[in-house]
């Protein structure tokens, strides 16, 4: 028995490889709900020093990450995955336009009709009851259904959005059914732009600010997004704020709030002797430990003053008044990312001074497995024992 192990072995990596291989490799980005707004700067009641930068935090718990699916996994048959349809500006050479619909059927269950209607004029194909090919996976049938459309012919015309519904039928009477559209063009196809997904703020009704994404990102959360812009500088007094985020998939989220500029306290932040000179600054220390320090220019007395630094809403240490207008102190954190708020009480007001961004290196990397690789992986590590068993023997 144990001369064959290497060889049973080596049968079972093989056997892995091809699964791994062949494996159908379809990212299906699942998403039913909208971002969520994590936390904004200005944030809703927060009183600041001044304003001149915005930012907010975007989760999407579906579009964030890739869901590597088998394209079996689904609670009816027979279903159509998104985007394996006609959509979009469809080009026509010689003015005939290529249709297609490729649903998945249950495992055995033959789809017996399709039928494809343009609206207007309302145009019935009833020809799509033959597949032009059909792939036979371990767990579901996938069809693909091909209409070669003469525009003209059917008196159809270029350049005008049309709708198109299919309906698609089960040897068991089932049905599923989806709307389109399409545009065609007699020439080349203007390319359609990727989704992107998107996080705009507007401060007192004004214009929308589009915001990007921050260079430094939260290690280990890929779905965890940072926006930033700059801005003009906010007046002093009261303001309001709206932020929308949308995702890939088109869902949004509105978050409206109010906050205040107080100007009676002045001073400068200092971070590992870095002067912080806007209200959303990036930050990078090769070391966990990080020095603060605030230098007031203008306030009330000192003994009146205290200044923290805070996270999510925690305070993380009270610095140490050292000298006359000087308050200073340091703070251990992990590696990663960290937002930090630098804040200062003069009795009257709790102002935050900035929200920093702070970067410390060492927070690993997220590697996303799908079953895919597990089958690869394995299959190697079957065909790398088989090798070693044989060597020693």
């Not at 079996?72 to 249709?99: K, L, R, S, W």
């Not at 929308?244 to 205040?260: C, H, I, V």
């Not at 966990?288 to 003994?303: M, P």
Request: some cysteine; glycine content about 8%.
């Amino acid at each position: 028995m144990e001369n064959k192990l290497p060889l049973i072995l080596a049968i079972i990596g093989i056997i892995l490889l091809g699964i791994g291989a062949a494996y159908p490799y379809v990212i299906i980005y699942v998403d039913q709900t909208p971002p969520e707004i994590t936390s904004t700067v200005p944030a809703s009641g927060v009183t600041y020093q001044s304003l001149d930068a915005v930012r907010a935090r975007v989760t999407d718990w579906e579009s964030g990450m890739l869901l590597m699916l088998p394209l079996a996994v689904t609670a009816t048959y027979p279903y159509v995955p998104e985007n394996y349809y006609t959509q979009g500006y469809i080009e026509c050479p010689d003015g005939v336009a290529p249709i297609f619909v490729l649903p998945i059927s249950e495992k055995g269950v033959v789809i017996t009709r399709v039928q494809m209607v343009i609206k207007p004029p309302y145009l019935l194909f009833a020809d799509l009851s033959t597949p032009l090919y059909v792939i036979y996976y371990p767990a579901y049938d996938w069809y693909n259904f091909r209409k070669e459309l003469s525009v003209l012919e059917h008196g159809l015309e270029f350049n005008v959005n049309y709708t198109i519904g299919f309906a698609i039928y089960d040897e068991l009477g089932r049905q599923c059914s989806l709307d389109t559209w399409v545009i065609f063009v007699s020439g080349e196809a203007p390319p359609e732009p990727p989704p992107q997904a998107v996080c705009t703020m507007q401060i007192d009704g004004g214009a929308w600010v589009a915001m990007e994404e921050l260079p430094q990102q939260p290690v280990g959360y890929p779905d965890v997004v940072d926006y930033g812009a700059t801005i003009t500088p906010v007046a002093e007094g009261s303001h309001t704020y709206t932020v929308e985020a949308m995702n890939k998939a088109g869902l949004t989220t509105t978050e409206s709030g109010s906050f205040t500029i107080y100007t009676q306290l002045q001073g400068t932040w200092y971070i590992n002797d870095q002067e912080i000179i806007s209200s959303a600054q990036e930050i990078y220390s090769p070391s966990t430990t990080i020095s603060f320090q605030f230098v007031k220019t203008l306030g009330v007395a000192d003994e009146y003053i205290t200044c923290t630094i805070a996270e999510g809403g925690t305070t993380l240490t009270t610095l140490t008044y050292t000298a006359a207008n000087t308050w200073q102190g340091n703070y251990t954190f992990t590696a990663g990312r960290h937002d930090i708020d630098l804040k200062a009480y003069d009795g009257s007001a709790m102002i935050i001074f900035s929200v920093v961004g702070l970067a410390i290196p060492g927070g690993g990397i997220t590697i996303t497995l799908t079953l895919r690789h597990g089958f690869i992986i394995l299959g190697a590590v079957c065909l790398v024992a088989a090798v070693i068993i044989k060597i020693k023997s």
